[in-house]
């Protein structure tokens, strides 16, 4: 089954402990990217992967890390998570630039930075 | 920087009714237009593409107007299984490659 799967689901951290949530997909794809949603802020994509090695910044950047090693996993490291932190993250991943292909969704991760 | 603007509703509609969204954007070179539909802090998936020439899959048509730059979509005959909210994306690149998301437009669908 085509998918795209985060882990954890749900994470309950405090300020400062450094954490990762982790992206895979099993479709060959060459885009990911990692998004953040927020009570009327709507989803704003933090970073994004053109292909492994290939990342860049999106819209809210700061405070946030990735890495593309291989082409199926994209993590997300917070190295300092503070509480404005606190959101609903989505990995994403389509075969182009999201332009031009359908961007599938995972399951979306809960964080809360106490 | 690319804005795309949703009235956030909630529309509230009874079953069989005919209802519409429109989506507002701010970039008159973008090309490239997706509804989403969103359940309930789930994941969002695709609803369809929205084409110049207008795009029709069953009840659901969305609709491009550039020159008052904004895009539609219409539901007939609503269902309660379509209460959901729901996304437009502006995806042109415009040299990068960041997609713009509105806030969403709330429906929900009563007996």
């Known amino acids: 089954e085509a998918q795209v799967t985060q882990n954890p689901r749900y994470l309950i951290?405090?300020?400062?402990?450094?954490?990762?949530?982790?992206c895979s997909q099993n479709m060959n794809h060459e885009y990911m990217s990692w998004y953040r949603q927020d009570p009327g802020l709507g989803l704003r994509q933090i970073?994004?992967?053109?292909?492994?090695?290939?990342?860049?910044?999106?819209?809210?950047?700061?405070g946030y890390k990735v890495s593309r090693k291989e082409k199926r996993n994209f993590p997300l490291i917070l190295e300092s998570p503070s509480p404005n932190q606190t959101s609903l993250y989505f990995c994403a991943s389509s075969f182009g630039p999201g332009g031009q292909e359908t961007q599938y969704f995972g399951p979306g991760t809960r964080l809360l930075v106490l | 920087r690319k804005e795309v603007e949703q009235d956030p509703g909630p529309f509230n509609?009874?079953?069989g009714a005919t209802v519409a969204f429109n989506c507002t954007y701010s970039n008159s070179a973008s090309q490239s237009f997706f509804w989403y539909r969103q359940d309930c802090r789930k994941e969002p998936k695709l609803l369809m593409s929205v084409y110049s020439s207008g795009n029709e899959d069953g009840r659901f048509t969305a609709q491009l107007?550039?020159?008052?730059?904004?895009?539609?979509?219409?539901?007939?005959?609503?269902?309660?299984?379509?209460?959901?909210?729901?996304?437009?994306v502006d995806l042109s690149s415009g040299g990068s490659y960041i997609p713009t998301f509105g806030r969403g437009t709330s429906l929900i669908v009563h007996p």
Do not use: F
């Not at chain 2, 107007?65 to 437009?88: E, F, G, M, V």
């Open chain 2, 65 to 88: 107007n550039r020159a008052s730059q904004y895009i539609s979509l219409l539901i007939r005959d609503s269902k309660l299984s379509d209460s959901a909210t729901y996304l437009c």
């Open chain 1, 47 to 62: 970073y994004y992967s053109m292909n492994v090695e290939v990342t860049d910044k999106g819209d809210v950047p700061e």
């Open chain 2, 13 to 15: 509609v009874p079953e």
């Open chain 1, 13 to 22: 951290t405090v300020t400062g402990k450094k954490l990762t949530v982790t």
